[in-house]
């Protein structure tokens, strides 16, 4: 609690100091590319990293070991609140993610932890919960910080905004490629619409909707490769 005086009962408090560390949040749909590039930027600057998804998919998976119903808002607010959440990285390894003590990584990936995710991100106490975890991430000396609202919502005051962008056809593309390598039996069809629902659901819900910030830098991926789109992410912070 910072120090406040009180005037007739009216605490007084200090003028909030503006937050000088950096940060670059990084926004986009499904499949732009944002994880990859995120994780990669991040390293390159040797900033933290916030995959503010996996919060929500964290929040998704933990309803689902406790059985909730996705259209109980109560119950999954309560279960905002109640999930612990932590996340490990190791030196040679990629970001683990641990929920109540377990490791979820694996299943944080899943679709069924992503459309959880997604119906759960709509619910407007929910997001003013993880509000304040998702800030807790701005440390010394930088944050790359990825997901849909970013630039907008949570860290508004970024030096460094992008939003990232990729045809729908090649976000299920490379979708497919993704899934296809673990063994997953999906069709391009059925993966197109899903993408299609999903953008659709983030756009257009009534909180914190997935649009871009407007001092964003816009970057279209559609035919890019990883370096190339690192690179000019790197441009923006560092031109
Ligand atoms: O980025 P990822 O696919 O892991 O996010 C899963 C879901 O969580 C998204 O479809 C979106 O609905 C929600 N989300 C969000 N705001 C964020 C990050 C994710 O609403 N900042």
Redo the contacts with the bound molecule.
């Keep these: 609690m910072p120090r406040c005086d009180i005037i007739h009962g009216f605490p007084i408090l200090p003028p909030r100091m503006p937050d000088t560390i950096p940060v670059l949040t990084i926004d986009g749909p ?1 499949g732009s590319g ?2 990859t590039i995120s994780r990669l930027v991040a390293r390159r600057l040797d900033w933290h990293y916030l ?4 919060l ?2 964290a929040i998704g998976v933990a309803a689902g070991w406790a059985d909730l119903d996705l259209d109980d808002a109560g119950a999954l607010v309560r279960c905002t609140f109640d999930t612990e959440i932590g996340f490990q990285e190791p030196e040679d390894g990629d970001l683990r993610v641990i929920v109540n003590g377990h490791d979820a990584t694996d299943e944080l990936r899943t679709e069924t932890a ?1 459309a959880a ?2 119906a759960i ?1 709509a619910i407007p106490e929910v997001r003013a919960a993880l509000k304040d975890r998702q800030r807790a991430f701005r440390r010394p000396p930088g944050l790359v910080a990825d ?4 630039g907008t919502v949570i860290f508004p005051d970024a030096p460094y905004k992008v939003f990232l962008t990729a045809s729908a056809e090649e976000r299920a593309e490379r979708r497919y490629k993704q899934l296809k390598d673990k063994g997953v039996s999906v069709t391009m069809d059925g993966l197109l619409r899903e993408i299609l629902a ?1 953008d659709a ?2 756009a257009s819900r009534t909180v ?1 909707p997935l649009r871009p910030a407007i001092d964003a830098v816009h970057i279209d991926t559609t035919g890019l490769g990883i370096e190339a789109v690192v690179g000019r992410v790197l441009a923006v912070v560092a031109p």
């Design positions: 499904s944002k994880g995959d503010s998804g996996a929500y998919r992503g995710a997604s991100a997901g849909r609202d970013m999903r659901r983030d914190a």
